[in-house]
Nanobody
Framework: QVQLVESGGGLVQPGGSLRLSCVAS????????MGWYRQAPGKQRELVAQ??????NYADTVKGRFTIFDDNDKNTVNLEMNSLEPEDTAVYYC???????????????WGQGTQVTVSS
């Protein structure tokens, strides 16, 4: 099994910054993709940023403000969030596509979520 634990959420004023981190633990042979999603009250979960095969993709609403980067040696993915807006308020979830061992199928794992609130 693979467990993901997020950290770094909190309350920040508009225009401020936060960095979210997500650490994977358990049986991990390789990590094929890492991503951050968010879900605001009354809305569906949406992709914020994703990285796989050396490529990074961002939602249009966060391009130029958010940066996803990893520390693969530590099975960690981070989300640097700058110029935060009230519309960024949501629960943020990390997700990873993990192969637990050679020749085993890929597992999609999710963290428990961390609250980000942007308000003055």
């Amino acid at each position: 099994q693979v467990q993901l634990v997020e950290s770094g959420g909190g309350l920040v004023q508009p225009g401020g910054s936060l960095r979210l981190s997500c650490v994977a633990s358990g049986t991990i042979f390789s990590i094929l993709a890492m991503g951050w999603y968010r879900q605001a009250p009354g809305k569906q979960r949406e992709l914020v940023a994703q990285m796989a095969n050396g490529r990074r993709n961002y939602a249009d609403t966060v391009k130029g403000r958010f940066t996803i980067f990893d520390d693969n040696d530590k099975n960690t993915v981070n989300l640097e969030m700058n110029s935060l807006e009230p519309e960024d308020t949501a629960v943020y979830y990390c997700s990873m596509e993990v192969r637990p061992a050679l020749f085993q199928p890929i597992i999609s794992s999710w963290g428990q979520g961390t609250q980000v609130t942007v308000s003055s």
